[in-house]
């Protein structure tokens, strides 16, 4: 079984790479892709906090240190 934060870096990077393939004319059905794999990230992030709840009830949320682009604020 494939852990939650890797599909999460796995998605992030098949979004990455759907976007460097973007052109200005026929590329519609890779902005339908990328929109669906947005939403699936959002989905993964929910099921990550959830787990998260039940190992610490005060925790600061992975999404409040991190930047879009999945880098880490401050490192």
């Known amino acids: 079984m494939i852990k939650n934060t890797d599909k999460l870096i796995m998605l992030m990077d098949e979004i990455a790479i ?8 026929d590329t519609g059905h ?3 892709s990328i929109n669906w794999l947005q939403q ?7 099921e990550i906090d959830g787990d998260m709840k039940y190992v610490e ?7 409040d240190v991190a930047y879009e682009d999945g880098t880490i604020k401050g490192v």
């Open 30 to 32: 890779i902005h339908t």
């Open 18 to 25: 759907a976007k460097s393939r973007l052109q200005p004319h």
């Open 40 to 46: 699936r990230v959002e989905e993964v992030k929910k």
């Open 57 to 63: 009830k005060d925790y600061q949320s992975l999404w």
